[in-house]
């Protein structure tokens, strides 16, 4: 996909990763429609990309986040690509973890994401992508992140089964497998602290990554042994 011309939602805008990406697609020439929970971050994030098209959504209300991807491909004139980065982290032994918070984790970093990219299916044609950031969590299920880590992994399990499902269709179906960033995401937590963290990947070079597994169409963007984050085909 050439995202120089493509037309782009970004669910998830408000957040450090989602802004940043949307910016950046805002200069390489994207058409980009940016949305997210807090609505003034929103109006600076559209002030500072030339007036794009902005929406706020609950991703709590599943129906809200399905309802943003048609208003896209309405504002932009068509839709070719769908980057959900929302989501939200939990610490601590699965015993402190309560059903509530547990529920809203599964809702945020699953069901939401879900929700979007099944409302573009039938919107995102041939030489598009669906794209969502998952996390390392997601394969490693590090002990104090029980709940986080099953959701991320769900989300996983969706994405690798849908495109075996879309495999003839053209479009290309991104897992967004990020290590620890340095975005201040894992000090936001629903409940619990962080443990000790290594120094967090710089944010311009996961932005980096997006939009090279973007252009090229590839299936995963994960760290290598090197901490390198790589695109695999």
């Not at 980096?208 to 994960?222: H, N, P, Q």
Request: aromatic fraction near 4%.
């Amino acid at each position: 996909m050439d995202v120089r011309s493509a037309r782009i939602l970004v669910p998830g805008a408000t957040g450090a990763l989602g802004g940043a990406l949307v910016e950046r697609l805002h200069r390489l020439g994207s058409a980009t429609a940016a949305a997210g929970w807090d609505e003034a971050a929103l109006r600076r994030l559209s002030d500072a990309c030339g007036g794009i098209p902005i929406r706020r959504f609950d991703a709590y209300d599943l129906d809200s986040c399905a309802r943003t991807v048609p208003w896209a491909a309405q504002r932009l004139g068509g839709l070719d690509a769908v980057v959900v980065c929302v989501g939200v982290p939990a610490f601590g032994p699965a015993e402190s973890v309560s059903d509530a918070v547990a529920e809203h984790l599964v809702t945020v970093n699953a069901l939401a994401p879900i929700a979007f990219l099944r409302a573009a299916l039938s919107l995102v044609r041939s030489g598009g992508v669906l794209a969502a950031v998952t996390g390392v969590v997601a394969q490693s299920s590090p002990p104090g992140m029980a709940d986080y880590a099953a959701a991320k992994a769900t989300l996983s399990a969706w994405l690798t089964a849908v495109r075996r499902e879309r495999r003839r269709s053209g479009v290309g179906v991104l897992e967004i497998c990020l290590p620890h960033l340095a975005t201040g995401f894992a000090g936001r937590a629903v409940t619990g602290s962080p443990p000790p963290l290594p120094d967090g990947l710089p944010l311009d070079r996961a932005v980096d990554a997006i939009v090279d597994a973007l252009s090229s169409g590839g299936r995963i963007v994960r760290a290598g042994s090197d901490g390198t984050l790589r695109t695999v085909g």
